[in-house]
């Protein structure tokens, strides 16, 4: 009878199938995240922030190459994005990136990129208006041009008289 309880749990273990009973199993030690908490995650933020703030133009272009080619950083990517010496397309780019994903941040975060969202958009603001006076200004310029022209042949006809 042993012999034959042997063969067949021998039997079973090389068939893959589990024993009746349980075998005391090693527990593999799966490694521990450190648990990041809401003030900690905003912490980082701040300082990413602050390094962005400090960086050069061409640190920022090398930040948004990486970022671009990996996915998951989209906020990071809009934090780039969003420097005061950052060009009207990206600022753009970096409101579209804040719109899609806020809503999947804690609220910490959407208070923090809230603040940034708003400093893009008044930026965004006084580029328009700064375009749209331009604008008025180089109508204005050649308005007086022509007007300029037009005295002067006036004053041309008045001396041929």
């Known amino acids: 009878m042993n012999r034959a309880w042997c063969c067949g749990v021998l039997a079973l273990m090389l068939s893959g199938c589990t024993l009746p009973f349980p075998l005391s199993h090693q527990h593999e030690v799966e490694p521990e995240l450190p648990v990041v908490t809401e003030s900690q995650q905003l912490n980082n933020w701040l300082q990413l922030s602050a390094t962005v703030m400090h960086s050069s133009e061409a640190e920022r272009q090398q930040a948004l190459r990486h970022l671009q080619q990996t996915s998951g950083n989209e906020l990071k ?18 409101q579209q ?23 893009n958009q008044e930026i965004l603001q006084q580029q328009r208006q700064l375009a749209e006076r331009q604008q008025q200004v180089a109508n204005l310029t050649r308005k007086l041009k022509e007007l300029a022209n037009i005295d002067q042949q006036i004053n041309e006809r008045k001396f041929r008289e």
């Open 77 to 94: 990517q809009a934090l780039w994005l969003s420097h005061p010496r950052a060009t009207n397309s990206q600022r753009q780019q970096a």
């Open 97 to 119: 990136l804040l719109q899609h994903h806020l809503s999947q941040a804690n609220t910490q975060e959407q208070q923090f990129f809230g603040v940034y969202q708003a400093y």
